[in-house]
């Protein structure tokens, strides 16, 4: 596609209720991020894929998180049993390659109630 | 002291030139990014510098690189309000598995008087 799409733009969830946010990235790049912007935090990287290598969780803040890749294009991030902390934009990035320039997504408004 | 330092906010009249400015305390980026974010929407890639360079020039945007004393600046000239945003300076790092990511600063909230 033209450019890295998101959805849903916005997602209002109860408590302890599971999501899952979607990212497309731009055709042919390897590389896919996923950063959490928040009030408190700013922008935090979550997790990183690169072509058909195990992933890099080492941003996840608990195992709550979750992230899939499925034919290294579209990327899955779950989260379970949501808390009011994981209310943030969740945005999504993707390169041509490991280490090359990021384009990102509109991002996932996220709101836990 | 965090990664990556910018003033929260700028305020210039429109017309005028901005200088956003940024300071890291590590250097070792190959490339040092520029993205501007708008209210409600995701990061734009504005520009980008080499760190081998010291200076690049793009249509309005001019973005100065002091390695040695590791800042970072973007100056816009003739500041229009639609260059009212958050700026970020991100510079790039490896994660402890060794995979590349974006460590990012505060921001700097630019604000454009008409």
């Known amino acids: 596609g033209a450019g890295v799409s998101q959805s849903p733009s916005n997602k209002v969830t109860e408590k302890g209720k599971d999501v899952e946010l979607r990212c497309d990235p731009i055709?042919?790049?390897?590389?896919l991020y996923w950063y959490r912007q928040s009030l408190g935090q700013g922008l935090e990287f979550l997790i990183y894929f690169q072509g058909n290598s195990a992933p890099d969780k080492s941003g996840l803040p608990s195992d709550r998180f979750s992230a899939e890749r499925t034919g290294g294009s579209v990327s899955t991030l779950t989260i379970q049993r949501t808390q009011q902390e994981d209310s943030a934009v969740y945005l999504c990035a993707s390169s041509q390659g490991a280490g090359g320039l990021q384009f990102f997504g509109p991002g996932t408004r996220l709101t836990v109630l | 002291g965090e990664d990556v330092e910018q003033s929260l906010f700028l305020s210039v009249r429109e017309g005028d030139s901005s200088v956003i400015n940024c300071t890291y305390t590590d250097s070792s980026s190959t490339y040092l990014y520029w993205y501007k974010q708008e209210p409600g929407a995701g990061l734009q890639l504005l520009t980008y510098?080499?760190?081998?360079?010291d200076m690049k020039q793009d249509q309005r945007l001019t973005v100065l690189l002091n390695k040695k004393d590791k800042h970072l600046s973007l100056r816009i000239a003739d500041t229009q309000t639609g260059d009212s945003a958050i700026y970020f300076c991100p510079r790039e790092g490896r994660t402890g598995a060794g995979s590349y990511q974006l460590t990012f600063g505060k921001g700097t909230k630019l604000s454009v008087i008409p």
């Open positions: 510098i080499f760190s081998n360079m």
């Open positions: 055709s042919g790049h390897t590389a």
